[in-house]
């Protein structure tokens, strides 16, 4: 008779508290990268940008700073548009660290805790297969070896351990592929708000 996933659990000490342990910071460090990358700061760009530029055109920058502030205010694309808004009167030089400094913070927003993954990874198959190991799941096996879905169990923390790996892995490729996309959009607002700050300078209000 198969033991069940309890007596599995107990067979597999330590090693199964590591990695139930490194499951759910994997669950927990997906679920937060999804979120960022793919809905909290997920939004129309285009449309935004074509109507902050027409605004800007017309001289109509109360109006655009209020369409800013009622973007979501942790965005990095809404940070970006209140400050081009507010440095539209400043100097060429001071609008261009302003721009660039707060693309360098939206950027770090999108990438960060993914230098994470790689070191989770190797955790993951590491001790996958230090378990295997120390349960002489690598060497020949007894027929009457228990088995849980279909592995003898001394191979499940390495079965474990791979499955991880690939799972935080791909996971890793994804985001990094969204992080790099969403930079993309936020090097392109900026663009967009520089080429309106050399073309429609907007002059003081004294002046």
């Known amino acids: 008779m198969s033991p069940g996933f309890e007596q599995v659990f107990a067979m597999c000490e330590p090693w199964s508290y590591v990695l139930m342990f490194l499951s759910t910071l994997t669950l927990a460090m ?6 960022v990358l793919f809905f909290m700061f997920n939004l129309n760009l285009h449309l935004v940008l074509e109507i902050i530029t027409k605004l800007w ?14 973007l ?11 400050v081009a808004l507010a440095y539209a009167t400043a100097t060429p030089e001071r609008a261009r660290r302003a721009l660039d400094g707060i693309e360098a913070d939206g950027v770090a927003v999108f990438r960060r805790r993914l ?3 790689p070191f989770l990874a190797v955790l993951g198959a590491a001790t996958g297969v230090a378990g295997t190991a120390g349960l002489g799941g690598f060497s020949t096996l007894p027929e009457h ?3 849980f879905a279909g592995l003898p169990v001394p191979t499940l923390p390495f079965a474990t351990g791979a499955l991880l790996t690939g799972v935080v892995l791909t996971a890793y490729l994804v985001f990094t592929a969204r ?6 959009r ?11 700050m050399q073309s429609h300078p907007v002059r003081h209000p004294g002046d």
Request: charged share 30%.
């Open 72 to 82: 979501p205010k942790r965005s990095p694309f809404a940070q970006l548009a209140r």
């Open 145 to 147: 070896t228990p088995r």
């Open 30 to 35: 997906l679920l937060e990268r999804a979120l």
């Open 115 to 117: 230098r994470h993954f």
């Open 179 to 184: 992080a790099r996309q969403m930079s993309g």
């Open 57 to 70: 055109m017309e001289n109509k920058l109360d109006r655009a700073e209020k369409l800013a502030l009622a």
């Open 186 to 196: 936020l090097a392109k607002m900026k663009a967009v708000f520089w080429d309106l």
